[in-house]
């Protein structure tokens, strides 16, 4: 009798080891971003990259004010969700595809203008910045048809998934101020490329500062 229970504990333990292990592979959010598939984030995917990150996340060039954010910060409030999200994603529903957005040009550029960040931050800070997502409002206000991909990236340091999850905060951030200043939410996605797009490619501080933002790519649906 005893080993009969033994055996269905046994039994019982591996059936919730495997299945953790396949909650674990079901989502991978690096990977949808790597492909471009995918542009809103869930909570699975969220756990699934937290599951995945090993070490102390630092590689590359570090300067003094360079202090990792830990899990638990990053975690917190991954995205505002008392702020709706699109209810289509691009290319659906008559949605504009990817593909079709590109850098802002003409009036536009003076209006989408990137917004940058300190080191380690996702919120802007700074007249300047909060003024220029308020005018990117009243243009999107004003333009219903124009339609926004607000990208997230970050400098070198740290390591890719790392930076994966602060460029996605840094266009959540700013997708957010836009949709509570009274964009349709729909308007606005958000893509993050960590530090696969740097603006500028040298390895210095100067650089760093640069690249530290959120791009705008626009679309004016006809």
């Not at 954010?69 to 969700?81: I, Y």
């Amino acid at each position: 009798m005893k080993n009969s229970k033994v055996l269905k504990v046994c039994f019982w333990s591996i059936c919730a080891l495997l299945a953790t292990g396949c909650q674990k592979r079901s989502g991978n959010m690096w990977d949808d971003n790597q492909t471009g598939a995918q542009y809103k984030y869930n909570e699975q995917n969220v756990s699934a990259l937290w599951d995945s990150q090993k070490g102390d996340g630092l590689a590359g060039p570090i300067d003094d004010d360079f202090i990792p954010l830990n899990e638990d910060d990053l975690k917190t409030q991954f995205a505002d969700r008392s702020v709706p999200q699109p209810k289509h994603d691009l290319g659906e529903a008559g949605m504009p595809t990817v593909n079709e957005f590109g850098d802002p040009k003409g009036e536009m550029a003076s209006v989408f203008r990137p917004v940058f960040f300190n080191t380690d931050e996702h919120t802007v800070k700074g007249k300047e910045y909060v003024d220029s997502i308020r005018r990117m409002a009243s243009y999107m206000k004003a333009h219903p048809s124009t339609y926004v991909i607000v990208e997230g990236h970050c400098d070198e340091r740290a390591d890719e998934k790392y930076n994966l999850v602060l460029g996605t905060k840094r266009a959540n951030f700013v997708r957010n101020l836009l949709v509570k200043e009274g964009v349709n939410p729909d308007q606005i996605h958000t893509i993050s490329f960590g530090k696969e797009k740097p603006f500028d490619v040298s390895h210095n501080p100067d650089a760093w500062s640069k690249n530290r933002r959120a791009h705008f790519r626009v679309h004016n649906k006809k």
